[in-house]
């Protein structure tokens, strides 16, 4: 049996996974897109494959992984380009394109959308959610309350730290669950086309 606080994967201790296992099935996106080599985009984006790679270096399947990660972000136009001369929210995308690579179990992102324009927020939504409909699990940082609700399934509410509702994102955000926990009154509703959003109105408390 579990004990309080510990991450399980399945019924095995988190830390009792060795690393590159952990590399396999679990992958991490920064909310900063820094990049501290200005390598390759190509380059950057297949080093998301390092934990699978075995002592012959990368493979077919490999080479196969980060083509496609590549190609479903945008970003195979940028390929020989050197990360730190794209835009920040270029950046974003091919640290994204690089945890696509790593075909993991689970997907963890801390405001995966923060350094992108509206147009490239919707991009991103689609293709997180369309990650997770083939079958890999996303947990994601969002503050963008309108994003939480166009992209989850599930939202967990929190409040200075502590956990103040679990469920359906319809039945957690809800308007006064916002007023309440984060202090802002909120027109929820859905626009023409069946896409659902929220409004940030004015603070209820200061």
């Known amino acids: 049996m579990a004990n309080i606080g510990q991450a399980l994967r399945g019924d ?49 399947q490999d080479r196969d992984a980060s083509v496609a990660a590549m190609n479903s972000n945008d970003v195979a136009r940028y390929a020989r380009t050197g990360v730190n001369s794209l ?11 690089g945890v696509l690579a ?7 992102a801390d405001e995966p959308l923060a350094s992108l324009d509206p147009a490239h927020q919707l991009d991103g939504l689609d293709l997180l959610r369309k990650v ?7 947990i994601l940082v969002m ?8 992209a989850a399934d599930d939202v967990d509410l929190l409040q200075e730290g502590r956990l103040i509702a679990v469920g359906a994102c319809a039945e957690v955000l809800t308007a006064p669950a916002v007023a309440r926990t984060i202090g802002v009154a909120v027109e929820i509703g859905e626009t023409p086309q069946g896409a659902p959003y929220i409004i940030p109105i004015q603070r209820t408390r200061p």
């Open 102 to 108: 790593r075909t993991s179990e689970w997907l963890l």
């Open 87 to 97: 835009s920040g929210g270029e950046r974003c995308h091919v640290l994204l394109a």
């Open 143 to 150: 503050h963008d309350l309108g994003h939480a609700l166009r």
């Open 132 to 138: 997770s409909l083939n079958g890999v699990g996303a």
């Open 12 to 60: 095995r201790a988190q830390a009792a996974i060795d690393n590159r296992e952990r590399g396999k099935r679990i992958c991490f996106l920064p909310q900063i897109s820094n990049v501290h080599w200005d390598i390759d985009v190509q380059i950057l984006v297949a080093l998301g494959r390092f934990a699978h790679r075995s002592g012959w270096g990368e493979t077919k």
